[in-house]
Nanobody, 127 residues
Framework: QGQPVESGGGSVQAGGSLRLACDAP??????????MAWFRQAPGKEHEAVAA???????MYSDSVKGRFTISKDKDKARLFLQMTDLKSEDTAIYYC???????????????????WGQGTQVTVSS
């Protein structure tokens, strides 16, 4: 109940852009710090960390998306966004919004560090 809900996935040609959004009702009125992030999972592969915003508002990115993706967050409403540009075929995956109480640090890349997961939204990039 109150798990993150993603939207904005779809199909796009290589070089195109997409914007993902996530709403996390569980954290709408949460008084303490919390962190949110995007993970993705391509067919036959493990979950991969994409980008995160920690409880202090600092953004972190994986090397594979740095310079192409931008993560942002509406602090007041626990809404998370991922602006994806210059998309490549290797970006094709199911994208998950995740959240956890507190300020996450270096462990943000580990799926087990996150307690709340959305159902995911499909992003398909055709070359």
């Amino acid at each position: 109940q109150g798990q993150p809900v993603e939207s904005g996935g779809g199909s796009v040609q290589a070089g195109g852009s997409l914007r993902l959004a996530c709403d996390a009702p569980k954290y709408h009125y949460y008084s303490y710090s919390y962190s949110m992030a995007w993970f993705r999972q391509a067919p036959g592969k493990e979950h991969e960390a994409v980008a995160a915003i920690d409880g202090l508002g600092e953004a972190m990115y994986s090397d594979s998306v740095k310079g192409r993706f931008t993560i942002s967050k509406d602090k007041d409403k626990a809404r998370l966004f991922l602006q994806m540009t210059d998309l490549k075929s290797e970006d094709t995956a199911i994208y998950y919004c995740v959240a956890v109480r507190g300020t996450i640090g270096w462990s943000w890349v580990r799926p087990s560090a996150w307690s709340d997961w959305g159902q995911g939204t499909q992003v398909t990039v055709s070359s």
